[in-house]
T-cell receptor
């Protein structure tokens, strides 16, 4: 079975531009979440979507937005890029949704490396 | 506010050694704790998940323990191999929105 797939793998953008990152979850997984990982740090939570609805948002500005499609794939959009947005963006999927009854592990993709110049 | 700390930040050992990686968290109200492995420039691979009601989990040469009351977890790697070289991250799940809170990781190098 294919794991979580992300595209593109690498991206170079200029300050002020907009970027769209894509993610396809593991087949059968309905929950997708996005994380930002700056070099040398652990990933930080950006969004979670479950059944096409936003269920959680981390401490990121409104320049960051996302959506989930009927086939459970997801896009992350970042507007007005800043140099500080340079990072590895990770997508993760999980079988179920959230909360104490959901104890299945998160499965991560290989990420999209975004460089803003 | 939940904070996760991993010690040491980096570790270099000769092949064959048994080693322990440490993870501590400030708020014991967690639902589970996960250990991940990350190779350079790659995504995260889930190694072990310990539910809050469990004390430990084992997979092959890996054993992870959880002491929720003291806010600590350890990852034990037996008979380390060069292929174990990677960054190991622990993360706590506070039960909402798949919001894992990660430590900064321990960078492990196992040399032949």
């Amino acid at each position: 079975d294919a794991g979580v797939t992300q595209s593109p793998t690498h991206l170079i953008k200029t300050r002020g531009q907009q970027v769209t990152l894509r993610c396809s979850p593991i087949s059968g997984h309905k929950s997708v979440s996005w994380y930002q990982q700056v070099l040398g740090q652990g990933p930080q939570f950006i969004f979670q979507y479950y059944e096409k609805e936003e269920r959680g948002r981390g401490n990121f500005p409104d320049r960051f937005s996302a959506r989930q499609f009927p086939n459970y794939s997801s896009e992350l959009n970042v507007n007005a890029l800043l140099l500080g947005d340079s990072a590895l963006y990770l997508c993760a999927s999980r079988m179920g949704g959230q909360g104490p009854r959901e104890n299945s592990p998160l499965h991560f993709g290989n990420g999209t490396r975004l460089t803003v110049t | 506010k939940q904070e996760v700390t991993q010690i040491p930040a980096a570790l270099s050992v000769p092949e064959g050694e048994n080693l322990v990686l440490n993870c501590s968290f400030t708020d014991s109200a967690i639902y589970n704790l996960q250990w991940f492995r990350q190779d350079p420039g790659k995504g995260l691979t889930s190694l072990l998940l310990i539910q809050s009601s469990q004390r430990e989990q084992t997979s092959g040469r890996l054993n992870a323990s959880l002491d929720k009351s003291s806010g600590r977890s350890t990852l034990y790697i037996a008979a380390s191999q060069p292929g174990d070289s990677a960054t190991y991250l622990c993360a706590v799940d506070t039960g909402g929105y798949n919001k894992l809170i990660f430590g900064a990781g321990t960078r492990l190098a196992v040399h032949p």
